[in-house]
């Protein structure tokens, strides 16, 4: 078992009802990683290996799916993560400038972490708001969509203040009604 990184009495249980949800031991690798993730703020390598070792299953096996979604973090990161895609629909419309101008503000390169831990910034692949581009998502939870500078000095600044943005809705046309 891992020694740096240990599941509570409570976890076992949580996992053991995620596990009686599936019908093979593989299945729950990603809630269990999610888990594991709440729980220790990362997945990193000792983490990957205690859910390995809990769920009985090839550390490979687990390396393979945590390192494939960007949504797990591999390494310890900031309280606020901003994800911003930098996909090509989120390129053609602005995404490099929108990162470059976040890393200009927090004083830090995307993959890094502000020296008090409050901020990570990614640039990460497809977030599947192509339409809504430029946008970021913070810390696998609000969605930020036709990003401006104008528009992050807001988000930053209530980030700063341990405020989440507001939600924000967006209407899709199909669902909007025609006025005559």
């Known amino acids: 078992m891992s020694t740096t990184y240990t599941f509570s009495k409570e ?20 809630p269990v990683l999610w888990l594991a993730q709440d729980k220790f703020g990362h997945v990193n390598d000792d983490v990957q290996k205690l859910v390995a070792e809990t769920l009985d299953l090839p550390p490979a096996h687990v390396f393979g799916v945590a ?12 309280k606020f993560v901003i994800d911003v895609c930098t996909s090509f629909s989120c390129q053609a419309c602005g995404a490099y400038d929108i990162l470059h101008y976040i890393e200009d503000q927090l004083g830090i390169k995307a993959g890094e972490t502000t020296a008090d831990g ?3 910034i990614q640039s ?10 430029p946008m970021l998502q913070i810390t696998n939870g609000v969605y930020c969509n036709h990003l ?8 930053l600044d209530k980030l700063k203040k ?6 924000e809705r967006i209407p899709f046309p199909q669902h909007t009604t025609a006025k005559s």
């Open 67 to 78: 390192t494939f979604y960007t949504q797990y973090y591999k390494k310890e990161m900031g």
């Open 162 to 167: 341990d405020e989440m943005p507001a939600f």
């Open 118 to 120: 409050k901020f990570s």
């Open 11 to 30: 976890d076992l249980a949580e996992i053991e009802k995620i596990k009686a949800k599936y019908p093979d031991k593989k299945s729950p690798v990603m």
């Open 124 to 133: 990460v692949e497809c977030l599947g708001a192509c339409g809504y581009a």
């Open 148 to 155: 401006t500078k104008e528009k992050v000095d807001v988000i």
